[in-house]
């Protein structure tokens, strides 16, 4: 099987009139198809860099980055960005709101329509398509902001902390419920986070960056010995503190 992502010898440094600021060298890794990684790494080490050079938003100084075996800038394949706030907006309703993406691509199909329709239903939100975003809890928000995301049928998903701002017992929740509708959907992704048990849950490989100029100081293969293994139900496996105990020396061995 071909992977997806193809990531090799990416580097990038920040210029400025004060001078050249190294964040990333020598990154590499692959994404298979269907795989969701995390990426764990020091506050400032170049994480988010690293999704924002994945999408295109910036370009690598040196190396690679492909997409279905093409340059990312002329691949065909789709990525969807999910960023720590779900930046929507106060004056359209949820469901106007999910649509705003297909709005503007003017892809406001029948199928698409059916298939948002269908995840309103499956992941609770009906009830409340008509609501105001201010009128949602903030796990419902990120959830329609999830919906929204999945609406433009993306090939990848990069997830830059998503549940950062929500309190300690709704990221749990909310990481269940999208770790449950990216395995239903059957959408690989890449997630970026501080939270090392939120990494261990989710992923099925841990990607470990050292601080910067960040390079690839490890990756961790998660295999948790569970039936229907859910990011919730990840954390009551026997092996879920050896691999806490692994990433975070790991982490402090590269900070």
């Not at 959907?185 to 841990?206: C, F, N, Q, Y």
């Not at 390079?215 to 026997?238: G, Q």
Request: proline fraction near 5%; charge should be neutral.
């Amino acid at each position: 099987m071909k992977p997806l992502l193809e990531v090799r010898d990416v580097s990038l440094s920040y210029h400025s009139i004060s001078g050249e600021t190294d964040a990333l060298s020598h990154i590499s890794f692959d994404l298979m198809p269907g795989e969701f990684l995390a990426v764990v790494g020091p506050s400032g080490c170049g994480k988010s860099t690293l999704l924002n050079l994945i999408c295109g938003l910036l370009e690598a100084e040196n190396g690679t980055i492909l997409m279905d075996g093409k340059p990312v800038a002329k691949a065909s394949s789709r990525i969807g960005y999910m960023l720590q706030k779900d930046h929507l907006l106060e004056w359209r309703s949820i469901y106007k709101n999910v649509l705003l993406g297909l709005e503007i691509r003017g892809e406001l199909t029948k199928e698409k329509l059916s298939y948002i329709d269908e995840m309103f239903l499956t992941y609770g939100l009906d009830k409340f398509r008509n609501s105001r975003p201010s009128e949602l809890s903030g796990g419902m928000r990120q959830r329609a902001a999830l919906i929204r995301t999945l609406a433009l049928k993306p090939d990848l998903l990069l997830l830059d902390e998503p549940f950062s701002a929500l309190d300690y017992q709704t990221r749990l929740n909310v990481s269940d419920d999208i770790g449950r509708i990216l395995k239903k959907e059957h959408k690989p992704a890449i997630l970026v986070t501080h939270d090392i048990s939120e990494a261990i849950s989710m992923a099925d490989r841990v990607i470990i960056l050292t601080s910067r100029p960040a390079t690839v100081a490890k990756i961790i293969p998660i295999h948790l010995d569970i039936e229907d293994r859910t990011p919730l139900s990840s954390r009551n496996a026997p092996d879920f503190k050896s691999y806490f105990n692994l990433i975070w020396k790991e982490l402090n061995k590269n900070a």
